[in-house]
């Protein structure tokens, strides 16, 4: 069973910068396709990007892309998710996640296998 922990998240104005961090332990972090999501107050959780196993394949939603690269560090066992060019919109709770299934991460939050807590990252204007 994987464990997710997310890191790096906090107050940036707006046009900052941040790099969020996912730490993942207990599994073979390598055969696992990685995503990052968020979820705004009041809002349902959204999907933000994906990598498969090897980052060779990354997908992003239309809001961040341009903004945001996801990357990950098979060595180390950890995904980041490095967001340029922040907005005000950018803010909530963001989430890393794993599963075996790349299609699974980019396109079917609600089987995702395993999840972290979470890292609040806030915008001001």
């Known amino acids: 069973q994987v464990q997710l922990v997310e890191s790096g998240g906090g107050l940036v104005q707006a046009g900052g910068s941040l790099r969020l961090s996912c730490a993942a332990s207990?599994?073979?972090?390598?055969?696992?396709?990685m995503g990052w999501f968020r979820q705004a107050p009041g809002k349902e959780r959204e999907f933000v990007a994906a990598?498969?196993?090897?980052?060779?394949?990354?997908a992003y939603a239309d809001s961040v892309k341009g903004r945001f690269a996801i990357s990950r560090d098979n060595a180390k066992n950890t995904v980041y998710l490095q967001m340029n060019s922040l907005k005000p919109e950018d803010t909530a709770v963001y989430y890393c996640?794993?599963?075996?299934?790349?299609?699974?991460?980019?396109?079917?939050?609600?089987?995702?296998?395993?999840w972290g807590q979470g890292t609040q990252v806030t915008v001001s204007s």
């Open positions: 990598i498969d196993w090897s980052g060779g394949s990354t």
């Open positions: 996640a794993a599963d075996p299934n790349y299609r699974i991460v980019r396109a079917l939050l609600g089987r995702i296998a395993y």
């Open positions: 207990r599994g073979t972090f390598s055969s696992y396709a």
